[in-house]
């Protein structure tokens, strides 16, 4: 099985399916994403760009609300907080401060910009 999605004008991730294998391969059986965006298109119409379950392609497996990037040929995630930046090698948000490595749990707190602790008491 295959998973494509579907794109609206300004990149954005409207719907994602899932597409037999039948319906993404040559006549040799080697899927192609080029047929499966074929099929996409006349069952459906729109724009479409193949996903993978488990990030093989594109970097992330879109999700609806996710951005194509065709720069970077990846699926992005909506951005979590503002000053949150954009990884470009993993096409992932990365807060500007490093979570602690403690052990502990904690909330980002975008007005100090700081990772807060949670109260594991609550």
């Known amino acids: 099985m295959a998973h ?31 047929i499966g965006i ?13 996903t993978s379950y488990n990030g093989n392609i594109r970097k ?5 609300g996710y951005k194509y990037d065709a720069e970077l040929d990846a699926f992005i995630p909506p951005q979590p ?10 096409a992932q948000w990365k807060a500007p401060v490093d979570y602690p490595t403690d052990g502990g749990r904690y909330t980002w707190n975008e007005e100090t910009l700081t990772w807060d602790a949670i109260d594991e008491q609550l």
Do not use: H, M, P
């Open 4 to 34: 494509f999605c579907q794109l609206n004008e300004e990149n954005l991730v409207t719907q994602v399916i899932v597409v037999a294998n039948q319906d993404t391969a040559d006549k040799d059986g080697v899927e192609n994403e080029a």
């Open 60 to 64: 992330n497996y879109a999700g609806i």
């Open 81 to 90: 907080y503002a000053s949150w930046l954009l990884d470009e090698e993993t």
């Open 38 to 50: 074929a099929f996409c298109t006349n069952l459906l119409g729109g724009n479409w760009k193949q």
